[in-house]
């Protein structure tokens, strides 16, 4: 064969290859679990980082927008897949709003959505 035979007793063969493959999936899960973890906290730093004085986002809106979502709360949305960054701005006796922006490139993909 192409690798060699190991010189140990199958028993303990099986031991080396389940202890192995244990460890093997264990650092997949850590890792794996990892990645989820910092997406959250990058989620989450960048929302906190990016509060303004009335909870709004730090970003730059358009000046006919700025007066129309005055005094509204921004809560960020990760679901969807558009490739945008979604908020949903709710105020108190106003109707319940969402901003979506896109880059370029991720625009281009999402036009269907701007209907």
């Not at 979604?86 to 701007?114: D, M």
Request: hydrophobic share 45%; aromatic share 8%.
């Amino acid at each position: 064969g192409l690798l060699p035979s190991l010189a140990i007793p199958n028993r303990t063969k099986l031991l080396v290859v389940m202890f192995g493959a244990f460890a093997a999936h264990f650092l997949e899960i850590g890792v794996y679990g990892g990645a989820l973890y910092l997406i959250y906290l990058d989620g989450a730093l960048l929302e906190r980082r990016g509060r303004g004085t009335r909870g709004r986002p730090m970003m730059t809106l358009p000046a006919a927008i700025a007066p129309l979502v005055a005094g509204y709360g921004w809560q960020r949305v990760a679901a969807g897949e558009s490739g945008a960054r979604v908020f949903r701005l709710a105020r108190e006796g106003g109707p319940t709003l969402t901003r979506k922006s896109w880059t370029a490139t991720a625009c281009s993909t999402s036009s269907s959505e701007l209907a």
